[in-house]
């Protein structure tokens, strides 16, 4: 009879001490959210100053500033944490931010030949394939901006004199390495199977390409593109040769291989004229299919130019009855009103909803997203898209684009700002550089087809530093890189 008081007391304890964890388990995390929250607010300014800051590459142009607030930033942290107070050290922390990203801009004036050079020496992958000179040319350039954010000007240009020969030497090495060496090392392997031998016209050629190539780059290393593509029309020239050399080769072994490979070719050519519905006859050669093919051809090649224009020319049409439909919804709202007696003017804020929608209107769902965040218009361009490492638009997008200014025009006093934003794969420096590249082509297009002034419109490159979605999966990376457009009120 003792044994089962004693056994409800001991349950009843258990379950005392269980829910009075529980309650001290839920205090600790409310508690904590708490701290986040106020955390958040407290270091908000901070952070947005923090942002502009990397945005205007101030850890690059004012490192000894950038830094120190940087180190009042973590010891603000650490304080916070121990629930003292920072008021002052942030407020320090501005002052920091504040003269860093003044020094950012006064060292993209001073610098930008050395910013220039740079940028080509992050685009050649020198931090790769000249990884020792590129570094000597960032320990000088680091020196250059520190000179500079003491205030001594001359001093500061010769250390930038000095980076940027550095880089374009950089530059030079990377871009040997990347392509003129890797297509030596093909042509030597393809000079060690003996392809010269059986293909010596084609394997010369390919040698001539090479040494053209070598010989712009010496006399004028800035012609990158030049050489880059003799260098590419040496590699192919190389392969070519190699599937001559393999072809000879078989066909010496047997004499009946030479009508094998005419027919061959025959049939090649027969499938391709087939589809052009022609039958070909070779009983004189390829020379009368040749012509057919040609002219065949280029019937297409005018056949379809006119659909392209036929299609322009609907676009266009579709446009216009797009125009004339908001026109007449506009109409019959104004005549709705005045049926119900209501005479009030439309407010700024619906009107700017109706260019919001307008814009809209304009892109299909894999062109464009456009936000509206307060009165700022975000066009963000998921459509637009560069080539691995590059920031040259490719003409498959100038449609795009050509939407893209009637948006503009629809809010034609306020300024455009281009940010340009990539996911966290790569050396950051290079994400930072390759973004702000890719805002300025947008930009240079903008400006070179609507005529603005550089007073209206800028470019921002924040690299990886402000992501939409986990760069842990390839969607969410792929999000990240990205073109957005921000429509702003002039103040």
Do not use: C
Request: charged residues 35%.
């Amino acid at each position: 009879m003792i044994s089962k008081p004693y056994f409800r007391t001991s349950n009843r304890t258990v379950l005392t001490i269980s829910f009075i964890t529980l309650v001290f388990i839920l205090s600790s995390f409310q508690l904590l959210f708490s701290q986040q929250d106020t955390k958040k607010r407290l270091f908000s300014e901070v952070d947005n100053l923090l942002t502009q800051a990397k945005a205007e590459q101030a850890d690059l142009l004012s490192p000894d500033t950038y830094q120190k607030a940087m180190e009042n930033y973590q010891d603000a942290e650490k304080d916070f944490d121990k629930g003292k107070n920072v008021t002052k050290k942030l407020s320090k922390i501005k002052e920091f931010l504040d003269s860093a990203i003044k020094n950012a801009k006064i060292g993209q004036v001073a610098f930008s030949h050395l910013l220039k050079a740079r940028d080509d020496a992050l685009e050649a992958n020198s931090i790769e394939y000249a990884k020792e000179t590129f570094d000597e040319a960032e320990d000088e350039f680091n020196d250059a901006a520190r000179i500079l954010e003491r205030g001594n000007r001359g001093k500061a240009d010769e250390k930038a004199i000095k980076s940027e020969r550095l880089y374009r030497e950089a530059e030079l090495l990377a871009i040997k390495v990347s392509i003129i060496g890797n297509v030596k090392k093909q042509l030597q392997e393809s000079e060690e199977k003996k392809t010269a031998k059986f293909a010596p016209l084609t394997f010369q050629k390919a040698q001539d390409l090479l040494d053209e190539a070598e010989s712009i780059l010496t006399s004028n290393r800035s012609a990158k593109t030049d050489a880059k593509q003799k260098a590419e029309q040496a590699e192919y020239e190389i392969r070519h040769a190699d599937y001559l050399a393999e072809k000879i080769k078989t066909i010496r072994k047997d004499d009946l291989n030479w009508e094998k490979l005419i027919l061959e070719h025959e049939e090649f050519f027969s499938n391709i004229l087939n589809e052009l519905d022609y039958s070909p006859e070779f009983d004189n050669g390829f020379k009368k299919p040749s012509e057919s093919a040609v002219k065949a051809i280029a019937n297409l090649k005018k056949q379809n130019k006119e659909l392209n224009e036929e299609i322009s020319s609907m676009d266009l049409k579709i446009d216009q009855l797009k125009d004339e439909q908001i026109t007449i919804q506009n109409e019959l709202a104004a005549v709705k009103q005045k049926e119900e007696g209501l005479r009030t003017k439309l407010t700024i804020e619906e009107k700017r909803k109706e260019k919001f929608n307008k814009i809209e209107s304009l892109f299909n769902k894999n062109q464009a997203k456009v936000l509206r965040e307060g009165n700022q218009i975000k066009i963000r361009l998921i459509g637009l898209n560069f080539a691995s490492g590059k920031s040259v638009i490719d003409p498959e997008y100038f449609n795009m684009l050509t939407k893209l200014q009637r948006a503009i025009r629809i809010f034609p006093d306020y300024h455009i700002t281009i940010e340009g934003h990539t996911d966290n794969k790569g050396d950051d420096r290079k994400n930072q550089s390759l973004s702000l590249r890719r805002a300025r082509a947008v930009m240079s297009y903008l400006i070179a087809n609507m005529g603005l002034s550089e007073s209206q419109i800028s470019a921002r490159g924040y690299g990886e530093s402000t992501p939409i979605a986990s760069n842990e999966t390839s969607q969410g990376r792929a999000q990240n890189r990205r073109i957005d457009v921000i429509l702003s009120p002039q103040n």
